[in-house]
């Protein structure tokens, strides 16, 4: 088992900045890889961005390349997401998402609102 524990979300102006992290705890030695995905109101859950563990690719979805940085810290076993130029599309709880053998884990989510 994994656990997921996201923190710094908030309410940020348009321009502006915010750095979520997510500290993963239990079954980390098997982490395949760590991302972020996000929901806005009525819509469906997205993916967002995506860090292998072991060789530090990434991948980002196509809105966000250029603006949002996936990182991480492998001896505290945390990902960092920072997000810079938010715009209100950008609203949304996000998840971090974790892949253990083969098993998706999910942490519980922190709001991120982008006002206008």
């Known amino acids: 088992q994994v656990q997921l524990v996201e923190s710094g979300g908030g309410l940020v102006q348009a321009g502006g900045s915010l750095r979520l992290s997510c500290a993963a705890s239990?079954?980390?030695?098997?982490?395949?890889?760590m991302g972020w995905f996000r929901q806005a109101p009525g819509k469906e859950r997205e993916f967002v961005a995506i860090?292998?563990?072991?060789?530090?690719?990434?991948n980002y979805k196509a809105s966000v390349k250029g603006r949002f940085t996936i990182s991480r810290d492998n001896a505290k076993n945390t990902v960092f997401l920072q997000m810079n130029s938010l715009k209100p599309e950008d609203t949304a709880v996000y998840y971090c998402?974790?892949?253990?053998?083969?098993?998706?884990?999910w942490g519980q989510g922190t709001q991120v609102t982008v006002s206008s």
């Open positions: 860090i292998n563990w072991r060789s530090i690719g990434t």
């Open positions: 998402n974790a892949n253990s053998d083969g098993v998706q884990y």
């Open positions: 239990g079954r980390t030695f098997s982490l395949a890889d």
